[in-house]
């Protein structure tokens, strides 16, 4: 099974800051015959449903701010938020769909200060 | 715009059993794979269970394998979750989400509000 892991747990920036959220997975997410990383990013805000950011790793979802920003390959990934803004407070998840298990890292918790 | 509703969730003691539904509006319901994920209290996102657009392939998480059941009704644009002896441990919001069209290898683009399920005594 893969295991994705994420860093940090949480994070507490301020307005206008830079968040840099990590995932990492426990084997290639890359489908060698397609060139594609089967890494989703989700942001789900407090009592709400989560959110599709970012797909192939760095595909924008329609709609996404581009100061959202999804990079990597292979088994290290990168989401970015650029100027934090206060609606960006959330647990953002990561998700391989490489597999069956369609896995989630632990989330990481962006809090603003 | 899509539109996933969940319904069905509420108290049940252990043991007991609970199905879920989801209602599925503005798309082609019969066209994609659908997915359970489910959120336990104050924790992450965890996949529960999808099935194929003609229901030929199911595919479980290891912890509800013998006790919850995917379906679906295309005619109704419906998706299931039967869910049978039930644990503490299955308490958790359950959602709806839209997988992928003509593969199972999909984000998820699109998820319901969620239903809670309580399994307490």
């Known amino acids: 099974d893969i295991v994705m892991t994420q860093s940090p747990g949480s994070l507490t920036l301020s307005l206008g800051e830079r968040a840099t959220i990590k995932c990492k997975s426990s084997?290639?997410?890359?489908?060698?015959?397609?060139?594609?990383?089967?890494l989703a990013w989700y942001q789900q805000k407090p009592g709400q449903s989560p959110k599709l950011l970012f797909y192939?790793?760095?595909t924008r979802q329609s709609g996404v701010p581009d100061r959202f920003s999804g990079s990597g390959s292979g088994t290290d990934f990168t989401l970015t938020i650029n100027s934090l803004q206060a609606e960006d407070v959330a647990v953002y998840y990561c998700?391989?769909?490489?597999?069956?298990?369609?896995?989630f890292g632990q989330g990481t918790k962006l809090q603003i200060k | 715009d899509v539109q996933l509703v969940e319904s069905g969730g509420g108290l049940v003691q252990p043991g007991g059993s609970l199905r879920l539904s989801c209602a599925a509006s503005?798309?082609?319901?019969?066209?994609?794979?659908m997915s359970w994920v489910r959120q336990r209290p104050g924790k992450g996102l965890e996949f529960v269970a999808h099935?194929?657009?003609?229901?030929?392939?199911?595919y479980y998480v290891d912890s509800v394998k013998g006790r919850f059941i995917i379906s679906r009704d295309n005619a109704e644009n419906s998706l299931y979750l039967q869910m049978d002896g039930l644990r503490v441990e299955d308490t958790a919001v359950y959602y709806c989400?839209?997988?992928?069209?003509?593969?199972?290898?999909?984000?998820?683009?699109?998820w319901g509000q969620g239903a809670p399920v309580t399994v307490s005594s």
């Open positions: 989400a839209r997988g992928g069209r003509d593969t199972q290898y999909q984000f998820f683009e699109f």
């Open positions: 503005k798309f082609t319901f019969n066209a994609f794979w």
């Open positions: 099935i194929k657009e003609d229901a030929s392939e199911k």
């Open positions: 084997q290639s997410v890359l489908y060698k015959s397609n060139n594609k990383n089967y």
């Open positions: 192939w790793a760095s």
């Open positions: 998700q391989e769909y490489y597999t069956t298990r369609h896995t």
